[in-house]
Nanobody, 123 residues
């Protein structure tokens, strides 16, 4: 069984920063791509950022390029999302997901999901 647990969400003013973390436990996800998605009530889930298993390939939604940075530490079984220059439109529940391949993760979603963490950006 795989567990993904997100942390680091909260309330921040526009222009501020937050760092989200996702810790994996259970079955090893070392060779899985991992990523972040977000969802606003009433809207479809949106891909935010993803990283392949080795960490040498990343993918970002156009809306966050240049502001968000994804990274992973396989030894610690964690993936992080550094979010800078936050905007009110970044407000959402952020989910950590994992899937074998980065392209599939981005286009289809995760095989495994965390429970989500709320990020609220005030104007």
């Amino acid at each position: 069984q795989v567990q993904l647990v997100e942390s680091g969400g909260g309330l921040v003013q526009a222009g501020g920063s937050l760092r989200l973390s996702c810790a994996a436990s259970g079955r090893t996800l070392t060779y899985y791509a991992m990523g972040w998605f977000r969802q606003v009530p009433g809207k479809a889930q949106q891909f935010v950022a993803g990283i392949n298993w080795s960490g040498d390939t990343t993918s970002y939604a156009d809306s966050v390029k240049g502001r968000f940075t994804i990274s992973r530490d396989n030894a610690k079984k964690t993936v992080s999302l550094q979010m800078n220059s936050l905007k009110p439109e970044d407000t959402a529940v952020y989910y950590c997901g994992a899937r074998a391949r980065l392209t599939e993760l981005r286009n289809i979603g995760g095989d495994y999901w965390g429970q989500g963490t709320q990020v609220t950006v005030s104007s």
